[in-house]
């Protein structure tokens, strides 16, 4: 798989080389992002800009690359302005895969994903606090 690679605090961006995404392509990937999982990156942005298809593999390889992501609160992005492809994605119901057209939105996504999940967990902080009292006044 050609590809380079961009490892941030928040996101590691994947930039595809790659005309197909399927096959070996999508096993390397698959590897390449049990990887970044390990190594604590819960956000990949796959830039799939010259990508113009992807076989059963590919969206095999998307599915769960997508479902770790998402257990990980994290984001799988694809980035394609490719009308062909998105409608591919579109109809292999990649359930949550976030598509976008630019890697610049896909990195604000991130951040806003980001931002989400820390008011997310500051407000069950504050319904475990409140959440306790008058048990033991029971």
């Known amino acids: 798989m050609n590809y380079t690679i961009e490892k941030n605090e928040q996101y ?5 080389a790659e005309k197909e ?16 999982f390990r190594e604590g990156y819960s956000n990949i942005i796959v830039d799939m800009a010259p990508v113009l298809s992807v076989d ?8 769960k690359v997508n479902r770790q992501c998402t257990n990980e609160v994290g984001l799988l992005i694809v980035v394609t302005k490719d009308d062909d492809l998105i409608e591919s994605l579109d109809k292999a119901n990649l359930s ?8 610049e939105e896909a990195i604000d996504a991130v951040f806003m994903n980001e931002l989400e999940n820390d008011f997310r967990s500051e407000e069950d902080d504050e319904y475990d606090v409140g959440g306790s009292v008058g048990r033991d006044e029971a």
């Open 96 to 103: 949550d895969l976030t598509i976008l057209p630019t890697v």
């Open 56 to 63: 059963s593999a590919g969206v095999t390889t998307l599915r």
């Open 12 to 16: 590691s961006l994947i930039r595809l």
């Open 21 to 36: 995404f399927g096959g070996e392509v999508a096993t390397d990937f698959e590897t390449l992002s049990r990887g970044l």
